[in-house]
């Protein structure tokens, strides 16, 4: 069968031009020379090859143009400027025949973005003629670089109907940002044009401030509030730590209909994390799903530190391993919340995945290392640290005071020295707490001559530990010196010289010190009633101590924690009140504190009472069967009681090892002998 060929119609021919059939002809001679090119185009597109990143492209058109206008060189110019090419920008500037308005904006705005405030103040001088945006662009410029005296001179010259509010707006932010909060506000109330930037900023200064009521009253007053002013409004509560009350205006923008943003989510993810409130937390990231969020990686990291703080690290990680992009933020987020929760193996294998490192993620580990008593893997993970900063060499510092090395302490502070990190004050407390715990006096005032040299004297941290050091080393009189050179020493301060005034049995001095805190301004806390019961202890005074302990509750409102009960017990055992001791362990919500039972234990030996000894020593070894100090003053005292056989018996005991593998046996033995 032959095959089907398709026929179809040809296609007429193009007509040419001479083809077309033409009502009119028109003479050769009468057809129109070729237009010339339309300046004005030829300007529209050098300046939409300037906005793409076309210089070449311009400044080729530029050079083609059969005619060009002020118009044109500053297309040019702006194109150089747009792209942060100074110097041709320059060039253009100074080849032009004639200048306008716009070429000279164009040129300040380019030292502006250089960062070259100075250079751009001087050629707003040499301008011939000036409009609002010179002066706007000049005054946030040298502002912004902290040049206020500059910036004041030209706010000075604007003339007023120029001068609000964008001129007053940049000066308003460069004060701001300098910390001169009332000069802001003087700009502000002199200003006849507020938009609602110069309110937002107003706001945002008080928070920052500190000066919440203000900034309230200032937010309740503006004629319209936008994302920003609201957002710095629930800041201000968030990082005066009152979460709830953020929260609360977090609630109040939502029902006003406002669109809330990144920015303002994030807050109320942190006010969640540091308030603890899970069930809102839960709701605010429900939200940011339900606005199509969750993608961004600014609040996955604020989801991920939520989490953590919570303790669910199955939920930090899920959402990590959700993110679609993942910034450095997010890893080293992650590995924080494991390292908190002594989860330091799922640390370690993240931080190995890490794409790459910065200075928290290798502090991080080595933290992480140290909080387990891995000091030997810690300090390895420093070596390998490519960049050591200052906040790295702290935390190894910080680590090892806490692991009890004083003396690779004082080694690790000299070496961050020797090796060009300048040390700061939290590391040099570290050195201090050593120093004092070896009692290196010599070398501890050589470190307070440091201090005075570096001018961290007057820092509270410093000034606590020289005080506790000069405790420690003996020297009591140097301790209040130091103690009473501060005006108005910080709590901790305070803390630590009623300590030594209880440790060197000063109970009167440390009992005016507690009256005159309270005077000062100061309320009591943990550590102040710890002070206070040692020198209570130490002094013999157990009515006064029972009348302290008592207060703490009905008084001062603090619970009392296994520490003081310990402190009550000594007291009340070094006054030969062993049953009343006893007693006081007993009423503890958790009786099971072995330095509450040790400190019975040592005052039944005192005072040569084996009954309340053997029952001590038996609570003792039912908790750690191989405490030493249980067997030792237990077996002294059969010795001092002539019970020669229980005391070979108890040694044999501990000879043997048979505490861990009789526990009970052993146990048994020292409970009948009670009865």
């Not at 910390?179 to 002199?190: K, T, W």
């Not at 993608?295 to 530190?305: A, N, Q, R």
Request: aromatic share 10%; net charge neutral.
């Amino acid at each position: 069968m032959a095959a089907l060929r398709l026929r179809l119609p040809r296609a007429p021919a193009i007509a040419t031009l001479t083809s077309v059939p033409r009502r009119h002809a028109i003479p050769q001679e009468e057809v129109p020379p070729p237009r010339r090119p339309n300046t004005a185009h030829l300007n529209a597109l050098l300046t939409s090859y300037g906005r793409c990143g076309r210089l070449r492209n311009a400044q080729d058109l530029f050079d083609q143009m059969p005619r060009r206008d002020v118009i044109s060189w500053t297309a040019l110019l702006t194109a150089y400027a747009d792209n942060g090419d100074l110097a041709s920008a320059r060039l253009v500037f100074d080849d032009m025949p004639r200048r306008n308005a716009a070429s000279w904006n164009a040129l300040l705005s380019v030292y502006l973005r250089a960062g070259q405030p100075a250079a751009a103040h001087a050629l707003f001088c040499k301008m011939p003629a000036r409009n609002a945006v010179s002066y706007g662009a000049v005054i946030s410029g040298l502002a912004r670089a902290g040049m206020l005296r500059e910036a004041e001179a030209v706010y000075a010259e604007v003339p007023r109907h120029w001068r609000d509010p964008l001129g007053s707006n940049a000066l308003m932010a460069g004060y701001l940002k300098a910390g001169e909060l009332d000069m802001a506000l003087r700009v502000f109330e002199g200003m006849t044009v507020r938009d609602v930037i110069s309110w937002s900023a107003v706001v945002d200064g008080l928070c920052k401030h500190g000066s919440l009521s203000e900034a309230r009253k200032v937010f309740e007053t503006m004629p319209e509030r936008n994302v920003v002013s609201w957002t710095s409004m629930i800041c201000g509560y968030v990082k005066l730590r009152m979460y709830r009350d953020g929260l609360f205006l977090f609630l109040d923008m939502r029902r006003a209909g406002l669109q809330v943003n990144t920015t303002t989510l994030s807050v109320a993810l942190d006010a969640c994390a540091e308030a603890g409130l899970v069930r809102e937390g839960i709701q605010i990231h429900s939200l940011i799903i339900a606005m199509g969020f969750e993608t961004d990686v600014f609040l996955g990291d604020s989801i991920i530190i939520l989490y953590s703080r919570f303790g669910w690290m199955v939920d930090a990680r899920r959402v990590f391993a959700c993110m679609k992009w993942k910034d450095i933020v997010s890893w080293n987020s992650l590995i924080t919340g494991y390292v908190q929760h002594n989860m330091v193996e799922e640390a370690h294998v993240l931080f190995k995945l890490m794409p790459e490192k910065d200075a928290v993620s290798w502090t991080s580990m080595v933290v992480g290392f140290a909080n387990r008593g891995w000091m030997r893997e810690s300090v390895e993970l420093f070596e390998q640290m490519p960049g050591k900063d200052e906040v790295a060499w702290t935390a190894v510092i910080s680590s090892l005071i806490a692991n009890g090395d004083y003396l690779s302490t004082v080694r690790w502070f000299c070496r961050m020295a020797q090796e060009g990190c300048k040390p700061n004050t939290i590391a040099f407390s570290c050195l201090l707490s050593a120093l004092a715990s070896l009692t290196m006096l010599n070398q501890g005032m050589q470190a307070h001559a440091y201090a005075i040299n570096m001018g961290w004297v007057f820092d509270s941290s410093v000034h606590t530990s020289l005080v506790s050091m000069y405790a420690k080393c003996g020297r009591l009189a140097e301790a209040y010196r130091v103690f009473s050179s501060i005006s108005r020493p910080s709590l901790f301060a305070t803390n630590s010289m009623i300590t030594a005034f209880a440790q060197h049995n000063f109970a009167e001095d440390a009992f005016k010190l507690f009256t005159k805190m309270q005077i000062d301004g100061h309320k009591p806390n943990h550590v102040t009633f710890l002070g206070i019961l040692t020198a209570c202890s130490r002094a013999g005074l157990v009515q006064q101590g029972y009348n302290y302990f008592e207060s703490m509750r009905s008084v001062y409102g603090i619970e009392p924690n296994p520490d003081h009960y310990t402190c009550m017990v000594d007291l009340l055992g070094r006054g030969g009140l062993l049953a009343e001791a006893l007693e006081m362990i007993n009423s503890m919500p958790q009786n099971d504190h072995s330095d509450a039972w040790a400190a019975l234990l040592s005052a039944s030996s005192l005072h040569s009472n084996l009954a309340y000894a053997k029952i001590a020593a038996h609570k003792l070894l039912e908790m750690d069967p191989y405490d030493a100090t249980a067997y030792t003053v237990l077996s002294n005292m059969f010795s001092s009681a002539g019970m020669k056989d229980d005391e070979v018996m108890l040694k044999g005991l501990q000879l043997s090892n048979m505490a861990s593998k009789n526990a009970g046996y052993s146990s048994l033995i020292i409970q009948e002998k009670v009865a």
